[in-house]
């Protein structure tokens, strides 16, 4: 049996999904990220996005500046809406 | 984007709604005010000095920080401090002062009762088992917010971080290899591999194949012999060993080969690794077709280099280069380590991959100048640093010092350049 090179093993995306994608005109970071997903998932693009980088210079033979990284934003982990919105009363620490 | 009030909204999936108030939003956030009312957030208020990530570096930052007086918070996602030095059981070089003889894992004991020093008592509050997710813009000028996450006892907790400074000593990621069967049970990182093995006495597999001949690499691969495991090879696709002579000689010793010039094509196995083809490469960095060879093995360990972890530091929008030798695209700061944005530092791999020694030196210098610049004990704060900064150049001196002292001088270039 053949297996897949995984690139994002978030959504599961293969080097051959990304290289088909390339070759459909989807040939930046964020058109990939949009198409495929990759960096969308709970790592937020730790694994996958230097992986894509470097199919994509491979595939187009340009240079893939930083500056079209995706950008950062928070939350960087995964966290559940209960957490972020949760009633509670009474708990409230304060440092002085 | 922000959306009736709440930041960091990804407009592209938000559904569009009559009244729905969209306004730009240029990187930074502001704390939605209007949203927390109802929601448990507990606020971490007046804290002098956020260190985010209690490795080598956090930890020495928050000693230095704190003895000049600053009141500290050391965050950590993990459940103990220690950071990497947990996992290593190998001893340290180097000279004395920077711990030489001794092991990683000591150096973590030490420093973990530093923390717990009844001096620092008032000072060092440590977190953990808790995420910093997000930079937030605060209302007060010369203060920092900061989201955290707090997972203790599988709950979910929210905090509210105020700090007048922040340290940024949050380590590296491991970097992935592509090739077919690269998410089978078996294919491991060398950080997964010294967790298992060193922190959790338990055996990754019985036969390796370790990919890389760098440092990390080399003693995780005697690690593995140390703990019973064989070893079938290291390949590695420089054409030199990357890592320290006596760290590849003391596998040599055991009759380890070290191939050069050689990487991983695939792995096979129905739902485990079974086995690996190895392939010579070419002065491009090609295979040679017909130079396969097939491995057995139930274990693959990646030991392929390190990327600095930059994401917070890109939220605050510190300025950042592209600097290979550093690991990659990192956090541009000078001789203090602070970065282009005020009382905002970097210390340790995040600012570059290099090892734990000059990390913890690099956090010293860090705490201290943090502390300073806040106000506290400045001339003693000056003399430390000043004696940090001789460490740090007579650690880096030997040949050993060549690729980090050839990196931290292009950071320095780059920071000079900087318009």
Known sequence: MKHHAIVCRCEDITEQDVIDAIHQGYTDLEELRRKLRIGMGPCQGRVCISLVKKILEKETGKKVSVESYPTSRPPVIPISLGALAKKTRGENETKS | MEVNGIPNVR?????????????????????????????????????????????????????????????????????????????????????????????????????????????????????????????????????????????????????????????FTVGAMENMLLFPGNDLPGVYGAGAVQTLMNVYGVKPGERVLMVGAGNVGLIVGYQLLQAGIKVDRVVEAAPTIGGYHVHAAKLRRCSVPIYTRHSIKEVFGADCVKGAVVVELDDHWNPIQGSEEIVTCDTVCLAVGLTPSTRLLEQIGVDMALVPEAGGYIALHDERMQTSVPRVYVAGDSSGIEEASTAMIEGKIAGAMAAKQLGYQQEKAQTAYEGFLKELKRLRAGPFGAKPRDAKQRIQRLWRKRP
């Open chain 2, 11 to 167: 407009t592209c999936i938000a559904p569009l709604l009559e009244g729905v108030a969209v306004r730009m939003q240029d990187r930074l956030a502001s704390w939605p005010q209007n949203n927390t009312d109802n929601a448990f957030v507990s606020t971490v208020q007046d804290i002098d000095i956020l260190i985010v990530g209690a490795g080598p570096a956090g930890m020495e930052a928050a000693l230095q920080a704190a003895t000049f007086g600053a009141s500290v918070l050391l965050v950590d996602e993990n459940q103990r401090v220690g950071g990497q030095l947990i996992k290593q059981t190998h001893k340290f070089f180097g000279s004395k002062e920077e711990k030489a003889g001794t092991r990683g894992i000591s150096i973590a004991k030490d420093l973990e009762d530093q923390l717990c020093d009844d001096r620092f008592k008032d000072k060092i509050d440590v977190l953990l088992d808790a995420t910093v997710f997000g930079f937030y813009e605060d209302d007060t000028e010369d203060r920092y917010t900061f989201g955290v996450i707090s997972r203790k006892e599988y709950k979910s907790r929210l905090i509210k971080v105020v700090c007048r400074s922040v340290i």
